[in-house]
């Protein structure tokens, strides 16, 4: 099975700000931008940022409560990005493995002229 990688969704997981955002929300369920930049080294401010880039790429869904909005994870656009994860994963290990074999080859014809 091939995906095809979404560079707008690795461009938002690809801030460790956010993926620990990320984490977060899995660990609690759901959260406010308050009650995550109190587990953050940024400001509030900062987390409703990070938070509208992963809501504008599917990772987290808004729902208002309030004067807030509390953020969940899109557990169907989680899945997608594993498996785009697990693609780029698989076809990086069969590039290696080419890479190997190539390398053993060379090493053979050298070890065979000495």
Same mark, same amino acid.
């Given at each position: 099975?091939?995906t ?43 987390? $409703?940022?990070?938070?509208?880039? =992963?809501?504008? !790429? @599917? ?7 309030? *004067?807030?909005? #509390?953020?969940r ?5 989680? $899945?997608?990005?594993?498996?785009? =994860?697990?693609? !780029? @994963? ?7 493995? *080419?890479?190997k #074999? ?13």
């Amino acid at each position: 099975m091939t995906t095809a990688v979404d560079d707008d969704l690795w461009s938002a997981i690809g801030d460790p700000t956010r993926r620990r955002m990320l984490d977060l929300l899995l660990s609690e369920g759901d959260g406010t931008a308050t009650t995550l930049s109190q587990h953050m080294p940024v400001t509030r401010q900062a987390v $409703a940022k990070h938070l509208g880039v =992963l809501d504008r !790429v @599917g990772l987290v869904r808004a729902v208002p409560a309030g *004067r807030e909005k #509390r953020y969940r994870v899109d557990d169907a656009q989680l $899945a997608r990005a594993v498996a785009q =994860l697990s693609s !780029v @994963g698989a076809a990086w290990d069969a590039r290696l493995q *080419r890479i190997k #074999r190539i390398a053993e080859a060379i090493q053979r014809t050298q070890d065979e002229g000495s």
